[in-house]
């Protein structure tokens, strides 16, 4: 099991960019599957993005057109760049990597959207 450590939330004004990282500290390579999840208090976790094995790629509806989730096996990282935020998407951001059969998830970073 590889242990996730998350990073880059922080505050930003509606409008703006963050770029979240999911270091991992084993390899990714062959990971089945890696996603971000987000959840607010009080609500159930939702999952944002996630990319498969061929890079294939699934995003929720509400984030569609403005995040994107992308690897880099070289750095054992995962991102997700998120534009365009709006004050709906503060929450606290948790990345999912599976490898095989051992699902690993990070400690999550908190990202808020000021309006």
């Known amino acids: 099991q590889v242990q996730l450590v998350e990073s880059g939330g922080g505050l930003v004004q509606a409008g703006g960019s963050l770029r979240l990282s999911c270091a991992a500290s084993?390899?990714?390579?062959?990971?089945?599957?890696m996603s971000w999840y987000r959840q607010v208090p009080g609500k159930q976790r939702e999952l944002v993005a996630d990319?498969?094995?061929?890079?294939?790629?699934n995003y929720a509806d509400s984030v569609k057109g403005r995040f994107t989730i992308s690897r880099d096996n070289a750095k054992n990282t995962v991102y997700l760049q998120m534009n365009s935020l709006k004050p709906e998407d503060t929450a606290v951001y948790t990345c999912?990597?599976?490898?095989?059969?051992?699902?690993?998830w990070g400690q999550g970073t908190q990202v808020t959207v000021s309006s």
């Open positions: 999912y990597v599976r490898i095989r059969a051992t699902g690993s």
């Open positions: 084993g390899s990714i390579f062959s990971a089945n599957a």
């Open positions: 990319l498969d094995r061929s890079r294939t790629t």
